[in-house]
């Protein structure tokens, strides 16, 4: 399949730049893939469309503040350094910016309580970069790391909290798993009332996630790997609904990732924990989600890839266009879409 198979046109006026308040009064377009057909709603109108015993899957990870910014020793020029995976220890896979002015065995400061070594290329352009402080690197980090958004989202954040989830609690994304943003603890706590089941995984969103396709055959892109984790809690939850005739709603494609990675051919979901470059593309035979709560993704994204598979490309875009005409707010603070039936396609 062709990269441009999965473009469409975005007026830029529709990127949400600010998040709605409350949370889940963000719009929420509800599609059924069986029968191609679409429903306006809004997000705090979401139990509406599940049922006692069905489960919810969502991503407890956490946004660290990633973003760094240093100076070069001993010439001065400032280097943006970006964490994305933490490899062992104190070495981290990171994006520099500008490239140039980090090479391997530069010295790049902090402040008076970090600084970090260049040790070594990655092969996606990144650096790999050793820190060096006294004290806890979280809580330093804390202190002089920013909190990252994506770079077309050009308004000052101000609560950076609003850019986490209510439920996060697992430190180390780089970005947020924005389908979670709409819920609020209200809401959750509403729809245990109603029975229905929430789960959790974890996935650490780095450049696997956001990483744009440059092949113009997407089956040649490699996706780059991310951490994830699935307890067994969480398995025997999936595997209990699933044996009850219920559905498994994942929440977001970092969920969906997971699961899809921890699941056996057959259907089974196992205990599990590592890293996991699953690219899901048209094609690709879901095992074990039912249903998808998300946001709305960049043009010739393996996010619109993904969501094509489960829903078909042409309904999908079809479905983004008439996102488009209603005036839909868009990524990572905009509306969110409900997939709830699977077909082959």
């Given amino acids: ?21 409350p949370r889940n009064a ?9 029968d191609k057909t679409i429903e306006h709603r809004h997000f705090y109108q979401l139990e509406q ?20 910014i240093g100076v070069r020793q001993p010439h001065g020029a400032h280097v943006e350094i970006f964490l994305l995976h933490r490899r062992e220890g104190n070495v981290w896979e990171t994006l520099a910016k500008p490239g140039k002015k980090a090479r391997i065995g530069d010295i790049i400061t902090f402040g008076e309580r970090l600084s970090a070594k260049i040790v070594g290329n990655t092969d996606f352009g990144g650096r790999l970069v050793e820190f060096l402080y006294d004290g806890i690197f979280e809580e330093i980090l804390d202190e002089l790391g920013e909190t990252p958004l994506p770079p077309y989202i050009h308004e000052k954040l101000a609560d950076s909290e609003r850019y986490q989830t209510v439920y996060n609690r697992e430190r180390g994304s780089a970005a947020a798993p924005t389908a979670g943003l709409h819920f609020t603890k209200e809401q959750m706590a509403a729809l245990k009332e109603q ?8 996935l650490h969103v780095g450049l696997g996630t956001f990483r744009p396709v440059k092949e113009e ?3 040649k892109h490699i996706m780059h790997s991310e951490y994830y984790s699935l307890s067994r809690e969480t398995a025997e939850l999936i595997m209990d609904t699933k044996a009850k005739g219920h559905r498994v709603i994942a929440v ?28 899901i593309y048209p ?21 619109v890839m993904l969501i094509s598979a489960f829903a078909g490309r042409e309904f999908v875009l079809e479905a ?25 396609f």
């Fill in 195 to 202: 029975g229905i089941n929430l789960g959790f995984v974890t």
């Fill in 252 to 279: 977001g494609t970092t969920s969906i990732r997971t699961l899809e990675t921890a699941a056996t051919e057959e259907g089974i979901i196992v205990p599990s924990a590592g890293e996991t470059d699953i690219f």
């Fill in 26 to 34: 963000s719009r929420l377009m509800v599609l059924h893939p069986s």
């Fill in 1 to 21: 399949m062709l990269l441009t198979d999965f473009d469409y046109e975005l007026p830029e006026e529709l990127i949400a730049q600010t998040p709605i308040e």
């Fill in 283 to 303: 094609g690709y035979k879901f095992k074990i989600v039912d249903g998808i709560v998300t946001n709305f993704h960049l043009p010739k994204s393996t996010l």
């Fill in 49 to 68: 469309y599940l049922e006692p015993g069905d489960t919810l899957i969502l991503n407890d990870t956490r946004v660290i503040p990633a973003r760094l």
């Fill in 320 to 344: 983004y266009k008439k996102a488009v005409e209603e005036r839909y707010r868009f990524f990572s603070f905009g509306d969110a879409m409900l997939l709830l039936d699977k077909k082959d």
């Fill in 217 to 219: 055959t997407i089956e």
